[in-house]
């Protein structure tokens, strides 16, 4: 049973750092893309990151790029969405999502391409 369980989420103040976590099970994480996506209330769902099936190559929003990182550890089967100098904008419940496939650079972010979904932990960003 193919299961992704988040963690790591909590308060933490403007220009801060947390480090989220998302455990696999079930499947061989080295075949899957896995991305991170998040929600905000009111919003939609968007994605902010993504490390791909094939070649480990990774892809972020632009409202994050340069201050979160994603990685692998395929012997853990887990995926970490680092993030720093975090802002109140990045509040949000953020889940990560796997599909058995690289689903393109044009489409990483469209949440409908993934397959299997987690619970999801809720990161807030306030003084």
């Known amino acids: 049973q193919v299961q992704l369980v988040e963690s790591g989420g909590g308060l933490v103040q403007p220009g801060g750092s947390l480090r989220l976590s998302c455990a696999a099970s079930g499947f061989t994480l080295d075949y899957y893309t896995i991305g991170w996506f998040r929600q905000a209330p009111g919003k939609e769902r968007e994605g902010v990151s993504c490390?791909?099936?094939?070649?480990?190559?990774?892809y972020y929003a632009n409202s994050v790029k340069g201050r979160f990182t994603i990685s692998r550890d395929n012997a853990k089967s887990t995926v970490y969405l680092h993030m720093n100098s975090l802002k109140p904008e990045d509040t949000a419940v953020y889940y990560c999502a796997a599909v058995r496939k690289w689903v393109g650079a044009s489409r990483w972010y469209a949440a409908q391409e993934y397959q299997y979904w987690g619970q999801g932990t809720q990161v807030t960003v306030s003084s």
């Open positions: 490390i791909s099936s094939s070649t480990g190559s990774t």
